[in-house]
């Protein structure tokens, strides 16, 4: 980004970390999927690893990336959804 001090990624992992807090201070009345954290975990800084789950252009999941959102995001909702009356 132009004129930025920090990268598009940095400013996305201060907005995570933002977020992550703004969540864990409301306890259970929020739910928090950490995507990053997760994609991070599973790539375990592994370049190659990262570059399966994107498309070419970098920015958008592959079908394994959409896998894995799918693997990360599923157990929270069916959580709340199991909960219903």
Known sequence: ??????????????????I????????????INDIESAFRETT???R???LTFLLSDLL????AGHDLYF??????IDKVLSELP
């Open 20 to 31: 992550c807090k703004i969540a864990k201070a409301f306890g259970d009345y929020v739910v």
């Open 60 to 63: 958008h999941l592959s079908e």
């Open 44 to 46: 375990a800084g592994d």
């Open 1 to 18: 980004m132009p004129n930025a001090k920090v990268t598009y990624q940095e400013q996305n992992e201060q907005y995570n970390q933002i």
């Open 48 to 50: 190659k690893r990262l």
């Open 71 to 76: 693997s990360i995001v599923w157990p929270a």
